[in-house]
């Protein structure tokens, strides 16, 4: 099966600590929140989408969050970013730790991202639990590959 033809369906998530993807807001207790393959999506963000989604508009090349924007509401928005990167970079690692739990080597997981596997190693091996006794040999070889 092609892997986009595959779709991940949007999960009920607990609110604490995540970040909109959409408008950047934190969630806290009473906030609904549903989530799926690396974004957070606050529930007044997924009304806003239904709307504009089923609204029957058409899509404005030229409309840009940031084109009204003061400096201070422009700067004021980048920890916002910050914070939303942070949660996919943390979702990444955990569909990492998946792979290497269900045994896919560190090469096979750099080819998915394009990049070697010493590359994928380093950047992600640190911070994931212990490697698996079949592929302890990969943590001390140097890699030449690609």
């Known amino acids: 099966m092609d892997p ?9 998530l607990t609110p ?7 408008c950047g807001r934190t969630g806290g207790a009473g906030d609904r929140m549903v989530g ?3 974004v ?12 504009l ?5 058409e899509p404005d090349a030229a409309d840009v969050p940031w084109k009204d924007r ?10 916002r970013i910050v914070a939303a990167s942070r949660q996919m970079e943390r979702f990444l690692f955990t569909w990492v730790a998946v792979a290497r739990q269900s ?25 994931l639990p212990d490697v698996p006794a079949a ?10 590959e690609q």
Do not use: N, Y
């Open 4 to 12: 986009f033809e595959r779709r991940e369906r949007p999960l009920l």
């Open 16 to 22: 604490e600590g995540k970040t909109c993807s959409m």
């Open 36 to 38: 799926g393959f690396g």
């Open 40 to 51: 957070v999506v606050c529930a007044d963000c997924v009304a806003d989408a239904h709307r």
């Open 53 to 57: 989604v089923t609204g029957g508009a």
């Open 70 to 79: 003061s400096q201070a509401e422009i700067l004021e928005t980048l920890p």
């Open 103 to 127: 045994g896919i080597s560190w090469a096979h997981i750099g080819r998915t991202l394009g990049v070697t596997r010493q590359a994928a190693w380093e950047r992600f091996a640190k911070r």
């Open 135 to 144: 592929d302890q040999d990969v943590a001390e070889e140097v890699v030449t």
